[in-house]
């Protein structure tokens, strides 16, 4: 399936592509277009809108769309609950509420610097949030 969003991709925009990739369409290609022709392109391309005012899938009140893609597909592995505390606090400008959100809202202004196209960005941060649930999934396992 095609999903789209706003283009020069942040914290939910790297972390959602994440998520829909590992979590709920491992065939997912996504398009990156500037935020007025988000949900033109949606309707043009057939496409699956994130991350956007009037998207399919955006901020819901305290939730970032990360959080609401979690919610939406009923995922509840523990270890993920704990990434979207992480990438909630970092995207919604809260980074008082996660220890670890800081670091993550830095890295995503470092690789935005080093990769400013859209789709290499992804590429490389990818081994970033596999490498942070891999974190979360050992201090889930910790936890119990």
Known sequence: MKWVTRSHVHVDRVACPWLIARFIDSEAQFLFVPRTQ?????????????????????????????????????????????????????????LERDPIAAGLEALAVGFALRYPDDKANLLHQFD?????????????????
Request: glycine share 6%; charged share 25%; aromatic share 10%.
């Open 38 to 94: 988000v949900l033109e392109t949606a309707e043009r391309e057939g496409a699956i809108s994130f991350d956007c005012k009037g998207a399919r899938y955006d901020h819901d009140g305290d939730l970032c769309t990360f959080d609401v893609l979690i919610r939406a597909y009923g995922l509840t592995d523990p270890a993920l609950l704990r990434l979207a505390a992480i990438v909630n606090a970092a995207d919604t400008d809260r």
């Open 128 to 144: 970033l949030y596999d490498s942070l649930y891999a974190w979360c999934v050992l201090t889930a396992a910790k936890s119990k």
